[in-house]
T-cell receptor
Framework: SQTIHQWPATLVQPVGSPLSLECTVE??????LYWYRQAAGRGLQLLFY??????ISSEVPQNLSASRPQDRQFILSSKKLLLSDSGFYLC?????????????FGAGTRLSVL | AQRVTQPEKLLSVFKGAPVELKCNYS??????LFWYVQYSRQRLQLLLR??SRESIKGFTADLNKGETSFHLKKPFAQEEDSAMYYC???????????FGKGTTLSVSS
């Protein structure tokens, strides 16, 4: 069966420091992968999605970037964190076939930028 | 423009009362809509999708194209229904989902 892993679960970083959040999927090949930010009062905001290795689409211009170095690995990065980057970050993968358009979410990373 | 609107941030009801979580959408063509739920300390997960026309945990949702709505309903709320609910719309490209801002449902006894 398919599983999705995100780490770390919690992260506290100072303003101006770099960021790297990792997401990996097991049990499926060539999934669509997604990064979302969940912020209070703003709901679930799509940040990036990827339909294949090296293919990244950005939905919201901001201080973050994403990369997909391997088929089942999706990384969210920043060179210099801002206070406004604090939030709950979710990775998801998209189903195929009968499950097409269903997204399956990881447990999330809570990022606090101080 | 593609958009999902959930007008209520918080909905509080008593156990046994009917529940309706509102969702309106804006979309050109035939929309594909979903309800996702996030219980406390659990992952965000799919509750139901309109093309399945199913009832999950007593919840149903009917697509009303005339009113561009996809409201989530349950006749008798249970305390374990307390959670954050998101309505979502498949985007025009068919690649991503557009989520509403979510509604927190609180069911008390």
């Amino acid at each position: 069966s398919q599983t999705i892993h995100q780490w770390p679960a919690t992260l506290v970083q100072p303003v101006g420091s770099p960021l790297s959040l990792e997401c990996t999927v097991e049990g499926t090949s060539n999934p669509n992968l997604y990064w979302y930010r969940q912020a209070a009062g703003r709901g679930l905001q799509l940040l990036f999605y990827s339909v294949g290795i090296g293919q990244i689409s950005s939905e919201v211009p901001q201080n973050l970037s994403a990369s997909r170095p391997q088929d089942r690995q999706f990384i969210l990065s920043s060179k210099k964190l801002l206070l406004s980057d604090s939030g709950f970050y979710l990775c998801a993968w998209g189903g195929t076939g009968l499950a097409k358009n269903i997204q399956y979410f990881g447990a999330g990373t809570r990022l606090s930028v101080l | 423009a593609q958009r999902v609107t959930q007008p209520e941030k918080l909905l509080s009801v008593f156990k046994g009362a009917p529940v309706e979580l509102k969702c309106n959408y804006s979309y050109s063509g035939s929309p594909e809509l979903f309800w996702y739920v996030q219980y406390s300390r659990q992952r965000l997960q799919l509750l139901l999708r309109h093309i399945s026309r199913e009832s999950i945990k007593g919840f149903t949702a009917d697509l009303n194209k005339g009113e561009t709505s996809f409201h989530l309903k349950k006749p008798f709320a249970q305390e374990e229904d307390s959670a954050m609910y998101y309505c979502a719309l498949r985007d025009q490209a068919g690649t991503a989902l557009i989520f509403g801002k979510g509604t927190t449902l609180s069911v008390s006894s």
